[in-house]
């Protein structure tokens, strides 16, 4: 596929992100994380049933693509957990903003610690305005808003995804995307399980249709579509190049939760977007 067509795909990819955020939000209102949880995998699993049936490519697992797969499924999970709280103790919209604004920063450190990259001037200086970003979102000047409120769960999931995003992109030498997805899903679906045994599962059937349409948006249009369309594309573009495509999130995700839950814009999270963006176009900038 043209790289132009993967373009037109990650735009739809964000969007659905994007109204993922305030679906969570609805979830964190009627049930505990673990519940919650284990039926967002567990959902996203079996949607992704039909998608391999009309793929016809044989799934194969091996010692290459096993370390990949364990690697994301774990940071699948530890991202899940720590959205999950930020959302229940903040708001979708902040939380939208925030981890996909300081998620691509996170993951051009990542790549540039790992693999030991000499950086660009204009890198460094997208870098500098990106922590300056982080500052303003994360309301790092009161310590007392960022240790009692939901940012320390936000710089997690920036921190785990920028680890997912790289690991996706190396995996695609050794597995389908869509193969990828879909294994990832199964195993948390069957150590989310273990974990909630005890817990109530099955009360999720005693919810209302807004449950389950924030649920089933979640899993299958939140994450079964828009991350195999991500992985894909991290595997043709790149993980920096593609996670640079996050910062149309924070518009989608402030926009639905402005409409649906009636959310306040924040002004230090539209301001921090804002410059976040201005960074990601600097670290992605290339002398000619």
Avoid at 44 to 59: A, D, G, T
Avoid at 88 to 108: C, D, E, H, N, R
Wanted: aromatic share 16%; net charge positive; proline share 2%.
């Amino acid at each position: 596929m043209k790289n132009s067509y993967f373009t037109y795909l990650l735009i739809l990819a964000m969007f659905l992100w994007g109204g993922g955020w305030t679906a969570l939000k609805i979830l964190t209102v009627e049930l505990p994380m673990e519940t919650i949880v284990f039926w967002r995998f567990f959902i996203m699993s079996i949607s992704f049933l039909p998608i391999l049936y009309f793929l016809k490519v044989p799934l194969e697992l091996n010692k290459s693509n096993l370390k990949y797969i364990l690697g994301s499924s774990i940071l699948n999970i530890a991202f899940m957990v720590s959205s999950f709280f930020g959302i229940k103790y903040g708001q979708a919209g902040s939380g939208g903003v925030i981890i996909t604004t300081l998620s691509p920063v996170m993951t051009f450190l990542l790549v540039a610690f790992i693999f030991k990259r000499r950086l660009q001037n204009l890198q460094y200086f997208g870098l500098s305005i990106g922590v300056i970003a982080g500052v303003i979102m994360l309301q790092l000047n009161d310590l007392s808003l960022f240790l009692n409120g939901s940012n320390g769960y936000f710089l997690a999931c920036a921190i785990i995804w920028a680890g997912v995003t790289l690991l996706s992109q190396h995996s695609q030498k050794h597995i389908h995307p869509i193969h990828y997805s879909f294994v990832i899903s199964l195993i948390a679906t069957v150590m989310t399980f273990i974990y909630s045994f005890d817990s109530d599962l099955l009360i999720v059937f005693e919810q209302d249709l807004k449950f389950w349409i924030a649920l089933i948006y979640l899993a299958v249009f939140g994450q079964t579509i828009a991350t195999t369309i991500f992985f894909m594309a991290s595997g043709k573009l790149g993980s920096e190049k593609t996670s640079s495509f996050m910062f149309l999130v924070p518009l989608f995700a402030l926009l639905s939760a402005y409409l649906i839950l009636d959310e306040a814009i924040e002004l230090h999270i539209l301001v921090g977007g804002s410059i976040s963006i201005i960074s990601v176009y600097f670290i992605n900038k290339r002398k000619k």
